[in-house]
């Protein structure tokens, strides 16, 4: 039997094995996609939706591995589809989709790349789902492509981030797309430098302000028990110069001996690599992940923020299922890296946190932290039905500017060490959630 738990509230309640609340949430279908691994929905996908004026667009891979772009009007129940001229080898669960609109309407794509080529295009005309051929950003370190991913800036302007290299030994590169020329620069070819000794695994964010936050997590080896650490940066200009939490400038690259360090976490202890980060109104950095106590066995999922000028820590004890990381490859595990977007500032501050764990089904959950001061959180369901292996990303157009929560959701399966399951395709849907109409108050200790 699954543990189901009631609904938790911060260390107050216990964990029960009645149903959770489920939150009311719309689901709109997009289409039937590859299901045989997760490469249709990890977390690190930057982005899987992305929105522009009236527009939303959508990419995942079908099950023949061709990528298909969507295209819907906010509000609309169907999506315009159109299956591109390009593929990506989908038996690599690294190898996934990331999209952008720059402020012009320009659909960007890079797609496929797990230590390979730099595959990049973008549609020919704002709004379209028509793609150039691919092409090259600045033609230089594109050779050992991974991860690549997107981030809009206020002035319209796109970050393009990703490693040069391998797991446990490469370099984080920084590229600049500036809208009104239409073109690329380097910004950075080594703004995070593993010294040939380990590497960084980093989540990102842009704030209201458009300062950019980084963080990340230092891999010595291939194996993901060697993740340990969690570091942070910030970027007040685009991107070209990087400082400290407390304002002191980095000098550039960022080494293992030169980062701030914003929780010590040693290897060992099931500490997941590339989650989420987002911010407050006031450009806190708030950092999502999971990683497992030394005094317990069972991975925990945990919130370390920036707060009265130091870092803070909150952890979610309400997990029972012990579970532990080690080797290479994507993993089959039993919960979700986690994302988190972020409401409001002081004492508003409103941290969500969206997973999705084997003790609940696999449904689509999320915590929320009503009172961050007091340590008041509560766990609900947004779903009824499972979702297996799926990871949340989300459209953060939307939630910037009506914080309301558009998830990719799909059914998908996922072997471990990078192996693929015999399956059908399965149907992809956008999850809708307005907290704002659906969150109840947390009951009284």
Same mark, same amino acid.
């Given at each position: 039997?699954? @543990? ?102 320009? @659909? ?22 028509? @793609? ?220 969500? @946190? ?92």
């Amino acid at each position: 039997m699954s @543990l189901r738990a009631a609904v938790y509230v911060g260390c107050f309640l216990a964990a029960g094995m009645a149903n959770a609340q489920t939150l009311k949430s719309n689901m709109v279908f997009v289409d039937s996609g590859w299901a045989g691994n997760s490469i249709n929905t990890a977390v690190f996908r930057k982005n899987s939706l992305t929105s522009w004026n009236e527009f939303q667009f959508v990419a995942f891979y079908d099950s023949y591995g061709s990528v298909v772009l969507g295209r819907r009007r906010h509000g609309d129940t169907e999506f315009t589809l159109k299956k591109t001229f390009y593929s990506g080898n989908i038996y690599d669960a690294h190898n996934s989709i990331s999209i952008i609109a720059d402020s012009y309407g320009f @659909l960007h794509l890079s797609w496929g790349q797990h230590n390979t080529p730099l595959q990049y295009c973008r549609s020919l005309e704002p709004g379209s789902l028509d @793609l150039s051929p691919a092409m090259s950003m600045t033609g230089q370190l594109e050779d050992r492509v991974t991860y690549p991913e997107f981030y809009r800036l206020p002035n319209g302007n796109l970050i393009f981030l990703y490693r040069d290299g391998q797991s446990g030994n490469g370099n984080l590169v920084v590229n600049n797309y500036d809208k009104n020329q239409r073109k690329w620069e380097r910004l950075h070819g080594s703004l995070i430098n593993g010294e040939g000794l380990r590497n960084a695994y980093w989540q990102a964010c842009v704030d209201r302000k458009g300062v950019i936050h980084l963080s990340w997590v230092w891999r010595e080896t291939p194996d993901v028990a060697s993740n340990h650490d969690l570091c942070y940066a910030r970027s007040r200009d685009g991107g070209k110069t990087w400082e400290r939490s407390d304002g002191k400038k980095y000098g550039l690259p960022i080494t293992a001996e030169t980062a701030e360090y914003a929780w010590r976490i040693p290897q060992q202890q099931e500490l997941i690599n590339q989650t989420s980060m987002s911010a407050d109104d006031d450009g806190n950095p708030f950092i999502a992940t999971y990683w497992r106590e030394a005094s317990s066995d069972v991975p925990q999922y945990h919130l370390v923020y920036y707060h009265k000028s130091q870092w803070q820590h909150l952890a979610f004890n309400f997990r029972k299922m012990p579970f532990t990381l080690s080797g290479g490859g994507t993993k089959k595990i039993p919960i979700a890296r986690p994302q988190v977007v972020v409401q409001g500032s002081g004492s508003e501050t409103k941290p969500t @946190l969206i997973f999705r764990d084997a003790e609940r089904d696999n449904k689509v959950s999320i915590i929320r932290v009503e009172n961050l001061k007091e340590k008041k959180w509560a766990v609900y369901d947004l779903s009824t039905t499972p979702f297996e292996a799926w990871e949340p990303t989300l459209d953060v157009d939307v939630w910037n500017k009506q914080k309301v929560l558009n998830l990719f959701v799909q059914n998908v399966e996922q072997a471990d060490a990078e192996g693929v399951v015999e399956t059908s395709s399965k149907p992809i849907y956008i999850l809708e959630w307005d907290p704002a109409k659906t969150i109840p108050k947390i009951p009284k200790r």
